[in-house]
């Protein structure tokens, strides 16, 4: 412990230059993806499908392509969000339809996901705060091994981020710009999974964090 605590300070001085921040980010993103990329490349194909929900985002997307109708007994289906399967028929479209490009698509996502919570942290805390969250996030064990499972968590996840980070944008500069592509990411997490709905509810909360002027804040909640 003691030799820790000694060796804590040195890294903390190290990260005190921007350039060795910003070589720390590069590696941590490397590491990030390396590990996920790792587990989708060894992990079976058929991981957790057979019984699971994967099974209908699956049936959903290729009904889309294949027939042009929204679910999964080639009838129309409004029990689902519908991001998650038109993400897939997106994928299978480009690539064939090959859960290996679903994966090496939420591979690309989960370490952008690294990248977005640096900049929230940043500007919620500062560089170390970000580097910190970006860390506990490259190596958290169930995100690594999340974008191999095609389920909707890596996309929301990472349209959630985008909309935070573009939030928190659009607070501080005071941009129509940044809050409609802060809106538009919203939507997306929406049509993605629907529990974002009640967020809503915390945008005054936000506004009034943010300490806007009034006369300026009904734009923001509006849009």
């Known amino acids: 412990m003691a030799k820790l605590s000694r060796q804590s300070p040195i890294l903390l001085r190290w990260l005190s230059n921007q350039q060795h921040r910003d070589l720390f980010l590069v590696a941590l993103l490397v590491t990030a993806c390396t590990l996920r990329l790792a587990v989708a490349c060894f992990l079976p194909l058929d991981f957790r499908v057979v019984g699971s929900d994967t099974e209908e985002y699956l049936a959903v997307a290729r009904n889309l392509l294949d027939l042009g109708v929204f679910g999964p007994q080639?009838?129309?289906?409004?029990?689902?969000p519908p991001g998650y399967p038109v993400f897939i028929a997106g994928l299978f479209a480009l690539a064939g339809e090959r859960l290996l490009a679903v994966r090496l698509a939420q591979v690309a996502l989960?370490?952008?996901a690294v990248w977005l919570i640096y900049l929230i942290g940043r500007q919620a805390?500062?560089?170390?705060?970000?580097?910190s969250a970006a860390l506990a996030l490259a190596l958290y064990p169930v995100w690594v091994i999340w974008p191999s499972r095609v389920l909707t968590e890596t996309l929301y996840t990472s349209l959630l981020l985008v909309f935070v980070w573009l939030f928190i944008r659009s607070l501080r500069k005071r941009s129509v710009w940044y809050t409609i592509l802060a809106g538009?990411?919203?939507g997306l997490g929406l049509l993605t999974r629907e529990i974002l709905f009640a967020f809503p509810v915390f945008f005054p909360l936000c506004v009034w964090w943010s300490r806007m002027p009034w006369r300026h804040a009904w734009r923001y909640l509006l849009l």
């Not at 080639?74 to 689902?80: D, H, N, R, T």
């Not at 805390?125 to 580097?131: A, C, H, R, V, Y």
């Open 74 to 80: 080639g009838a129309p289906y409004a029990q689902i």
């Open 125 to 131: 805390i500062d560089d170390k705060g970000g580097l």
């Open 184 to 186: 538009a990411a919203f």
């Open 110 to 112: 989960a370490t952008i």
